[in-house]
């Protein structure tokens, strides 16, 4: 297949043959599509298009396993008595905020319990949690007086305080469990008003997969007297108001009337929205290269029909395929336009990201700092490193905070190494591609993001510039660590995530492939932002997103763990959020594919809406460890010398 063609829109009369937009976005259902645009699904979905030769708009496909709908519960503790003669009667209003939003909007808003300074709220709310975007909560709880909806415009409620916490606060560790979190309730004088919790659950998922067969038998010929249908077939799932919106899609076979296609595996969720009796349409295309794809027909069944007729099998496994203008035209005289057998299909189950995330996988940090002279000398105006602008962080000091925050929730301690490469650790001391930069002598890692900008900042005033550029000594640090997380999977569940900022072309790419492709079998991934105004055309190499990493021996990367994002690409209002998003955005499926290829599954969740939220006698479990032990690791870590500290407490900074 030419991996250039592009696809034609299809003909009107089919709803996966609209537009993206239209296919997506017809009828009061579309606004919800908006969030699961802006997934870190989107691209691969584009990906996945090209590589099958079937352009764009196989993109329209949608893609709903990295991003999910969260059911959100809301409860409050020891709110105050507003009422003269009774308690007060509260209510609470849920509101979100996006990282690109300039304001929260409304999510809904609770039932009002009557008379209850501890209310357990009944009101399900709902909205898409992204794990790439720096989601906020925000809570108000008034007093009810009089009618719930026009009272606050009006005056007539009793405002008893708000409280806000992050999503990732919310569906991250952070010394906690997942899915749950407490947030001190304040009036507008800042005093306490009591405690709003949260409590959330992932709406519809199933990690069930639907793994299938197709095969076709007699197909309509579109191409006429010299050739014959080249068939591909798009699964389309009934929406609510009745229209069609298409899921996915199969490979194209290449002239032949009778075809069998791959097996094919597609998410439950994806697929019908984990409703096995939810119609789905299947519709047979002839391909063209040109984009005039000739539409042959089509059949009509559900999740659970696919299922029941590939154990039945004979005849009970066979649908016609009708072409409805031919039938139209020719009445009696039709006799189908072929048919479509299901040859096999099965039921299996496949984690996702957030199967791992609400197990109580834990997402740690390490930062690597580029110190090289080509950063410029960090009191001049013009250095990427310069800290005297006005109180304006520099590009370094956006990046770490920009992804940062992102992660920081999900790291259970918060503790975090920090490393810089290409410096002088001291006066006459060599150049180090790897000292640690620590906030004292007896201190390895530093307290969250800020601490990560506490010792960058001290070591801006005290580590040389020097050079060249050489990534492979942070990598293979990272690599000794991420080894360490793998040998402790069966106690739990850790992932570390690399970030390297620099301003600069590399200087032993080799070494730093050889690298790379060595931590690909580990828990492990590496984000590279590049600041300033470089070549970073080599970057993009690192980044196998086209082409697999191969070492100087000839190994092959086992999967793709670098993104590389350049920092220019990201400006004006929004450019914290555009960065995080572009830089996180492959993250949830590099933790899917180490976990799945290693075997090893999520725990069960650490909470479920049925537990007690204040521990009352309920325990608190990561669930049993694996009953088979983790496969050995691939590869074995390189021995590693420790790295020399940077800090105020390490007299002559020696390494």
Known sequence: LNPSARTKPQPPRSASAATPEEASDAGPAGHAREGERRTMAAAAAHGSAAAHGLGAGAASLLRDDASAELEVFLAAADL??????????PFAILYVKGGTDTEFREVGRTNVAKDDPNPKWTTAFSFRYQFEDLQTLLVKVWDADGDRDTGIARGGHDYIGAGSTLVGELMGIDGGVPGRTSVQLRDDAGRPRGIVKLFAEEKVHSSEHLVFQFSGKKLANKDGFFGRSDPYFVINRAREDGSWVGVHKSEVVINDLNPSWQRQTVSMQKLCAGDRNRPLRIEIWDYDKTGGHDYMGSCEFNAATILSAARQGGANNTFPIIEEEKKRKKGKRYKGSGALTIVAAELISIPSFMDYLVGGMELSMMVAIDFTASNGEVNQPRSL?????????????????????????????????????????????????????????????????????????????????????????????????????????????????????????????????????????????????????????????????????????????????????????????????????????????????????????????????????????????AGPAPSAPPPAPVTTPRATVAAPAIGPSAPGFSS
């Open 80 to 89: 105050p008595r507003l009422d003269v003669r009774s308690e007060s009667d």
């Open 385 to 621: 490193h310069y800290l005297g602008g006005a109180g304006q962080p520099n590009q370094y000091e956006k990046a770490i905070k920009a992804v940062g925050d992102i992660l920081e929730p999900y790291d259970a301690d918060r503790q975090f190494p920090v490393f810089g490469f290409g410096g002088r650790a001291g006066p006459g001391q060599p150049v180090s591609h790897a000292f640690r930069l620590v906030p004292s002598a007896d201190v390895s890692e530093v307290q969250g993001v800020d601490g990560i900008l506490g010792v960058y900042r001290n070591a801006l005033q005290q580590v040389g510039l020097g050079g060249p550029t050489v990534f492979a000594s942070v990598i293979n640090e990272a690599t000794a660590q991420a080894a360490g997380f793998q040998t402790m999977e069966q106690e739990r569940l850790q992932y570390l995530v690399l970030l390297i900022i620099t301003d600069g072309v590399i200087n032993d790419m080799q070494n730093t492939i050889d690298s790379i492709v060595e931590a690909s079998a580990l828990p492990l991934s590496i984000i590279i932002v590049g600041v300033g105004t470089a070549d970073f055309a080599q970057m993009e190499e690192l980044d196998g997103d086209d082409q697999a990493l191969r070492s100087r021996s000839g190994r092959e990367a086992a999967r793709d763990i670098v993104q590389f994002v350049p920092f220019r690409d990201f400006t004006g209002l929004f450019q914290k959020a555009g960065l995080a998003r572009e830089v996180l955005a492959e993250l949830p499926g590099q933790v899917e594919q180490y976990y799945r290829a290693k075997g090893v599954a999520p725990r069960p969740p650490l909470y479920t809406m049925g537990s007690s939220f204040e521990g009352g006698g309920a325990s608190v479990s």
